[in-house]
């Protein structure tokens, strides 16, 4: 099993950055694939991006060319660099894992067995 504890939310103003960390804990994560989610208020959590365990990435369109998600394994964790962010960028954001061996569809939450507990981002105007 693996253990995720996310770090690094705050509160930024239009067109600022954050970096979001997902810290692992109990596995390495080069075994795993790592996705992340957003949740607005009053909204479904929907995908942000996930990368592979191979380092293949992928990113829902709203946030293409602003985010970038990456992984370290010296340190056991995953990232998620914001730039350029929008006041619709406001959530929660939620790291997750999976087996890489296991998993199908990045992009869906079902897939993924492993989460973290969260962490608010929230954009001025």
């Known amino acids: 099993q693996v253990q995720l504890v996310e770090s690094g939310g705050g509160l930024v103003q239009t067109g600022g950055s954050l970096r979001l960390s997902c810290a692992a804990s109990?596995?390495?994560?080069?075994?795993?694939?790592i996705g992340w989610f957003r949740q607005a208020p009053g909204k479904e959590r929907e995908w942000v991006a996930c990368i592979s365990n191979e380092g293949r990435r992928s990113y829902v369109d709203s946030v293409k060319g602003r985010f970038t998600t990456s992984s370290d394994i010296a340190v056991n964790t995953g990232y998620l660099q914001m730039n350029s962010l929008k006041p619709e960028d406001t959530a929660i954001y939620y790291c997750?894992?999976?087996?890489?061996?296991?998993?199908?569809?990045?992009?869906?939450?079902?897939?993924?067995?492993?989460w973290g507990q969260g962490t608010q981002v929230t954009v001025s105007s």
């Open positions: 997750a894992a999976q087996f890489a061996s296991t998993i199908g569809r990045c992009w869906e939450e079902d897939e993924y067995d492993y």
């Open positions: 109990g596995s390495r994560l080069d075994f795993y694939s």
